[in-house]
T-cell receptor
């Protein structure tokens, strides 16, 4: 099966840097995604890692270590609008499916204070 | 920028009734998904769909659920006889061939009373 763990809540102040960790166990790893979800809204894509290392995209970066089953999302220069839930999701090769179903963690609720 | 759309935004129904949730995926996308999120819980995969057939379904997707692509643009999720525990936000997603990102629609909030 799949097991994805991330902290439930984090807080930080405007302008700061925050790192949200995610650990996973999966039988057929085929990529890790980070999504942002504001309350009552759809998840929006932030990043994708399939190989080890760091992917940088503006203020957001994501890191993956497949051997450790570990990823983090790094948010720099935090803004109030970054207050949201951040979802770690693992794509599994599934039962022969090539479509890649996503398994989501419970999300980390980030609150950014002024 | 193209986006996935879903209707209605909110559906209230009585237990035992049938509901159809509608989605219009991004036009050139080929892979379609339904997910649900019960309030306060994680997003859960329901089903994936490609080439007019189900590719994979989860244990949640039992005989009460069905999906259909009735024409070239719509993708629907039908729940035949709703239960209280079907109350959730239902998200449709689509993906283009060769790409990894799944684009999510805004969701339909289903309330079963």
């Amino acid at each position: 099966g799949q097991n994805i763990d991330q902290p439930t809540e984090m807080t930080a102040t405007e302008g700061a840097i925050v790192q949200i960790n995610c650990t996973y166990q999966t039988s057929g790893f085929n990529g890790l995604f980070w999504y942002q979800q504001h309350a009552g809204e759809a998840p929006t894509f932030l990043s994708y890692n399939v190989l080890d290392g760091l992917e940088e995209k503006g203020r957001f970066s994501s890191f993956l270590s497949r051997s450790k089953g570990y990823s983090y999302l790094l948010l720099k220069e935090l803004q109030m609008k970054d207050s949201a839930s951040y979802l770690c999701a693992v794509r599994d090769k599934g039962r022969g499916s090539t479509l890649g179903r996503l398994y989501f963690g419970r999300g980390t609720q980030l609150t950014v204070w002024p | 920028e193209p986006e996935v759309t879903q209707t209605p935004s909110h559906q209230v129904t009585q237990m035992g009734q049938e509901v159809i949730l509608r989605c219009v995926p991004i036009s050139n996308h080929l892979y379609f998904y339904w997910y649900r999120q019960i309030l306060g819980q994680k997003v859960e995969f329901l089903v994936s769909f490609y080439n007019n057939e189900i590719s994979e379904k989860s244990e949640i997707f039992d005989d009460q659920f069905s999906v259909e692509r009735p024409d070239g643009s719509n993708f629907t999720l039908k729940i035949r006889s709703t239960k209280l525990e079907d109350s959730a936000m239902y998200f449709c997603a689509s993906r283009d061939r060769g790409l990894y990102e799944q684009y999510f629609g805004p969701g339909t909030r289903l309330t079963v009373t």
